[in-house]
């Protein structure tokens, strides 16, 4: 039986044999009591990968973004945003109805928060007003297609957070695929912001797990949240151990799913007409952009019945994804499939 190619997400993506074996046979403790030895050296080796003090280990990266949210902002608060950015997107509004924190949504052409957005949106000391305490940059930017934030441009808008007296958090879910794609450093990027969160189960085929990443105090604020939110696990060194397995086997090969994208995409170039814009990936996505919703829609049922999984972005955007967990030749297997 022909089988089928999953381009949904990166999330798709099974623990191998490996992560398996890794994961039964992980050292625990109980994680509330902080006596886990395998989060223990999870923690410790994301803390020194992006060069900071401190790493806290996570369910999800939704709880991630909410500790990054509520460690730098009280009820009342403002934090801004870029419209796509996930936290505001896909995250139930979260930092509102739990942390009582107020999205400052802003439009950037840039596809994430840009210099000006953010400036036009920092509010003055006024009573009447919510006080501006924090801005919020997803990198890579999902809905932008993957597209990776400049490192000069995170080093600005830091210093622009710190001129204006922000905090920068930033949703790193695929910071991973940043670091690949623009050759620069996991420390690079961990010194460009306050507090960062990284996925373990985007890309690095891990079954859950974030880490929130930035100074101790930070971290150790970011602890008594987590138990908050009901984030307090016990035995974690078994989703720990996935993580320490991740970041040895499968982030080396994150390249590899960058070609694939771009091989994906100048194949969907050769079978789709002018109603089609194909964008070029940066990192692992690939967007189609069509001319009509009823055009997405025909070729997401088409390219099911080819046995293709797509997701769509609106109405008239349709992505996909590149994983390990993905044949070698799934490019090639879709140009014979819709040819």
């Known amino acids: 039986m022909r089988r089928d190619l999953d381009f949904r997400s990166d999330t798709f993506t099974l623990p191998d044999a490996g992560m398996r074996r890794a994961m039964a046979e992980a050292e625990l403790g109980d994680d509330v009591f902080n006596e886990d030895p395998t989060v223990h050296r999870l923690e410790e080796k994301v803390a020194a990968l992006f060069g900071r003090e401190a790493a806290l280990l996570v369910p999800t990266g939704t709880m991630a973004n909410l500790i990054g949210v509520g460690v730098h902002c009280g009820r009342g608060d403002e934090a801004v945003m870029e419209r796509r950015t996930h936290s505001f997107t896909y995250e139930t509004g979260g930092i509102s109805g739990l942390l009582g924190v107020l999205p400052a949504v802003v439009d ?51 210093a622009l957070c710190h001129r204006r007296g922000l905090a920068l958090h930033v949703d790193g879910a695929r910071i991973w695929n940043a670091a690949v794609a623009s050759g620069m450093s996991l420390a690079d990027y961990g010194a460009a912001a306050d507090s960062l969160s990284c996925c373990l189960s985007k890309g690095l085929g891990c079954p859950a797990g974030s880490l929130v990443v930035g100074d101790r105090s930070l971290v150790e604020e970011g602890r008594r949240l987590r138990k908050m939110l009901g984030g307090g696990m016990r035995q974690s060194g078994v989703l720990a151990a996935a993580g320490l397995y991740a970041l040895e086997h499968f982030l080396p090969r994150l390249e590899e799913d960058h070609h694939m994208a771009t091989r994906l995409a100048r194949v969907l170039r050769m079978v789709l007409d002018e109603s089609c814009e194909v964008v ?24 099911a019945s080819h046995g293709m999984r797509v997701l769509t972005l609106g109405a008239t955007t349709i992505r996909l994804v590149t994983h390990h967990d993905l044949p070698a030749d799934a490019p090639e297997q879709v140009l014979e499939r819709l040819s």
């Open 108 to 158: 950037c052409p840039e596809g994430w928060l840009g210099l000006e957005g953010l400036e036009g949106a920092i509010r003055g000391d006024n009573v009447h007003w919510p006080r501006t305490k924090l801005a919020l940059v997803e990198n890579t930017a999902n809905l932008s297609g993957g597209r990776v934030v400049p490192l000069d441009h995170m080093v600005s808008l830091l």
């Open 280 to 303: 070029e990936p940066e990192t692992n996505m690939v967007l189609v952009r069509t001319v009509e919703p009823d055009l997405t829609l025909q070729l997401v049922d088409n390219w």
